[in-house]
């Protein structure tokens, strides 16, 4: 029978009360409330479930033991003391001026101060603030939780503005501001959002602010991990392969290549989507819904002003130091497609200290090109899938791929020459590099799983596109043949570590002409 999912719901007492699924992650919730250091920062992104930890950790503090039972936290805790808990959302002051946040703010505060009285004399969020902190301890004789969720919302949708965002800055610095001088008498204060804007106070005044985020023992505060999603989930994972005529291990491995993948610390299990994985059992299919929204138009812009070549996002790396910058220090792109999910951690070398970075999984990929086909080649996404990839497609399914790149071959024979097009061809260090580029946005509106510049034992394949059934691996040339890229994937051994996978694998040489930009030959081979 199929189980009430919490797609949407954010309130953990309305979860528990009304009978929905939950993944039981009370233990760590138990673990952050006893942190020695009570002020801390936790980043992940969007739809992963921090909305949904706020509010546990608000149902914790404020001593509602009744809907922890059966849970891990209530054979933790002993002392369920009720604190007062002061509750901000920003998420509601996105898309607002200056003066509306300092409005949402206000509107939130109004119901804190019907529980302990205001000042009139208090005009401004951050005096306003500090007021009902400072009455809730005096009336209640105990220090106060305090959870902020979404803490940066009002500030990425202006990152690009310069002067908007500086007067963004100064309202929620007032804000604060106040949580350094009220540190006596806070119990807890938990911070959530995306990305860190190191010039706010929240940062710079409170200098032991512990940021979690990184942290292997709270990789899986967020998200699903296999083991929860093969016990907790395992009836779920059997209704839907029902309902779309597989075997449960079948959709086990659908939900895995779609959904899984991220990870947050260099030691940290694979995580799922949560949201994405709920939705699915929800509606009953495996589709792309992460992206419903879109991609968000702070990140677009963002990878155009650091000019990213997403064909690097397959395997990319990095110190800690790279993808965990502030916003204000960024040089590149990375920090903020890994804060934001479009990038994950794939690997740690501890004797480097070096991070590999790379997109999590298929539903991410595909998001990518929603919103970078219409930006980099200046063509309709609609246009290309309902048309060349629907043909694409159809030829993969019936296990042709000689059909599959005759397509490709035309494809790429009649692209515009727009000016977008012709920038790009100029920005690329080299001409090889743009049609890998072109091919890997081309197999993204397939709904596949494509890496590019994927390391192993023997240098760096160009390609891997991994389907149900099979993998391909491609070597890509310009001033070499077609077989020669074939023999390349031969002679460095590039397929054989998928061969132990379970799919077929094929590999594939191709040549890009560079007068007629398109493919001229390719050489196909099986492992």
């Known amino acids: 029978m199929k189980r009430k999912y919490p797609v949407g719901i954010q309130t953990f007492s309305r979860l528990r009360r009304e009978g929905y699924v939950y993944v039981d992650k009370t233990d760590m919730v138990w673990e952050l409330a006893h942190e020695n250091n009570p002020f801390l920062f936790f980043a992940r992104p969007r739809r992963f479930g921090k909305s949904l930890l706020a ?58 101060e019907a529980l302990y009285g205001r000042n009139h004399s208090e005009t401004s969020p951050g005096m306003r603030f500090a007021g009902v902190v400072e009455r809730a301890y005096k009336q209640t004789g105990l220090q106060v939780a305090i959870i902020i969720d979404e803490y940066d919302a009002p500030l990425l949708d202006v990152l690009h503005e310069g002067e908007s965002l500086h007067d963004m800055r100064e309202v ?89 993948g991220y990870k947050f610390s260099r030691r940290s299990p694979e995580i799922y989507n949560p949201f994405s994985l709920f939705k699915a059992f929800d509606l009953g299919e495996v589709g792309n819904y992460w992206f419903d929204s879109g991609t ?117 024979a009649g692209l515009p020459y727009v000016e977008g097009f012709k920038k790009k061809l100029e920005e690329m260090a080299n001409v090889e590099g743009f049609y890998e580029y072109t091919f890997y946005l081309i197999f993204s509106m397939l709904n596949v799983y494509a890496r590019t510049q994927v390391k192993c034992h023997g240098g760096r394949i160009d390609m891997v596109v991994l389907m149900p059934a099979v993998t391909y691996v491609f070597e890509l040339k310009m001033h070499e043949t077609a077989q020669k890229a074939l023999e390349q994937i031969e002679t460095k051994g590039y ?15 191709l040549h890009f002409d560079l007068d007629s930009r398109t493919l001229d030959e390719w050489v196909i081979g099986n492992a």
């Open 55 to 112: 509010s546990t950790l608000h149902s914790f503090f404020a001593g509602e033991r009744e809907l922890f039972k059966g849970l891990k936290a209530d054979q933790l805790e002993w002392d369920w003391k009720q604190y007062p808990v002061l509750h901000f959302d920003l998420s509601g002051a996105k898309h607002l001026p200056p003066q509306g946040v300092r409005d949402e703010l206000g509107r939130q505060m109004e119901k804190m």
């Open 172 to 260: 929620l610095q007032e804000f604060y501001q106040r949580l350094k001088m009220l540190e006596p008498i806070i119990k807890f204060c938990f911070i959530t959002g995306i990305t860190k804007f190191s010039q706010l106070s929240i940062f710079s005044t409170i200098n032991n602010i512990t940021v979690i985020s990184l942290l292997p023992k709270y990789a899986a505060l967020c998200g699903i991990t296999e083991e929860e999603l093969t016990t907790t989930l395992a009836p779920d994972i059997a209704l839907l392969a029902e309902n779309n005529d597989c075997t449960p291990k079948e959709m086990h491995l659908r939900l895995k290549m779609r959904y899984d």
């Open 296 to 412: 968000p138009a702070y990140l677009i812009l963002q990878m155009q002003k650091f000019q990213t070549d997403i064909t690097t996002l397959g395997h990319l790396e990095a110190a800690v130091s790279d993808f965990d910058k502030p916003t204000e220090a960024m040089t590149s792109a990375l920090p903020l497609l890994y804060q934001s999910g479009y990038l994950t951690i794939k690997d740690y070398e501890r004797e480097t200290e070096t991070y590999t970075l790379a997109i999590p999984n298929q539903e991410v990929q595909v998001g990518y090109t929603e919103g970078l086909l219409p930006t980099y080649l200046g063509l309709q996404t609609d246009v290309v899938r309902m048309g060349f990839a629907l043909k694409f497609w159809r030829a993969l399914k019936k296990d042709d791929l000689e059909l599959a790149l005759h397509e490709m071959q035309a494809f790429l």
């Open 495 to 509: 397929a054989l570590a998928y061969a132990t996978e379970g799919r077929r694998v094929v590999k594939c040489g």
